[in-house]
């Protein structure tokens, strides 16, 4: 089993800067890519970022050049860094976890909710 937990969110004021981290526990051999979602009251769920195994990110157009995606590996942790936040940033954050191992299937965080006031 792989289990994530955020943590970083918090009330910033636009122009602000936070750091989410994911903590990655169980068998994190088993992960593949990972990525940060997030979801808006009233709206879908929606990548942010992600990251492949061998460390290509894509983002969605609105982060980008704000947000930076990254991995350690050997902490088994994923970050988003989060720059020039925007009300519009303003969301509940989750950790994605692709699993392949004798299986495919994704594994989520809980989230971890970012305000952004203006």
């Known amino acids: 089993q792989v289990q994530l937990v955020e943590s970083g969110g918090g009330l910033v004021q636009a122009g602000g800067s936070l750091r989410l981290s994911c903590a990655a526990s169980?068998?994190?051999?088993?992960?593949?890519?990972m990525g940060w979602y997030r979801q808006a009251p009233g709206k879908q769920r929606e990548l942010v970022a992600h990251i492949s195994d061998g460390g290509s990110t894509n983002y969605e157009d609105s982060v980008k050049g704000r947000f930076t995606i990254s991995r350690d590996k050997s902490k088994n942790t994923l970050y988003l860094q989060m720059n020039s936040l925007k009300p519009e940033d303003t969301a509940a954050y989750y950790c994605n976890a692709e699993i392949l191992w004798d299986y495919s299937y994704d594994v989520w965080g809980q989230g971890t909710h970012v305000t952004v006031s203006s």
């Open positions: 169980g068998n994190t051999f088993s992960i593949n890519a």
